[in-house]
């Protein structure tokens, strides 16, 4: 895969400068939580998604890669993974996995995979 997890697509409608926090965010099956924190550090972006209720008021760690579309206008963002797919990446703990290069491959070789994990492939 020659694509780059952790980067936002250039048809997503990222704009430099605009917080994405606060942003609902829905997987291609509904909603799944609001951005708590986002980084758009070249070669490492990502959004940090508090699911509230959704899985018992977890956090998931989301790469740019996985953003589809970005709808300022309506503060939502849009990812190409269904629920099911972000309940079952690997856990994220937020103190241990935000620098963890480990971390982020493990994470991207999740949605890259297609197979056993059920990711489609960024």
């Not at 942003?23 to 708590?36: L, M, N, P, Q, S």
């Not at 963002?77 to 996995?97: C, G, L, M, S, W």
């Amino acid at each position: 895969m020659t694509e780059n997890a952790w980067g936002y697509r250039e048809t997503s409608g990222r704009l430099q400068g605009v917080d994405l926090s606060g942003f609902k965010v829905e997987a291609v099956d509904g909603g799944i939580g609001k951005v708590d924190r986002h980084s758009d550090e070249v070669g490492s972006a990502y959004l940090v998604v508090d699911t509230g209720p959704w899985i018992f008021g977890k956090e998931v760690l989301l790469p740019a890669g996985t953003v589809s579309r970005i709808d300022v206008d309506e503060e939502k963002i849009y990812v190409d993974r269904t629920k099911e797919q972000i309940k079952n990446a690997p856990e994220f703990h937020r103190e241990k996995h935000l620098g963890d290069v480990g971390y982020h491959d493990e994470l991207a070789d999740y949605y890259r995979s297609g197979g056993a994990f059920g990711g489609r492939p960024l």
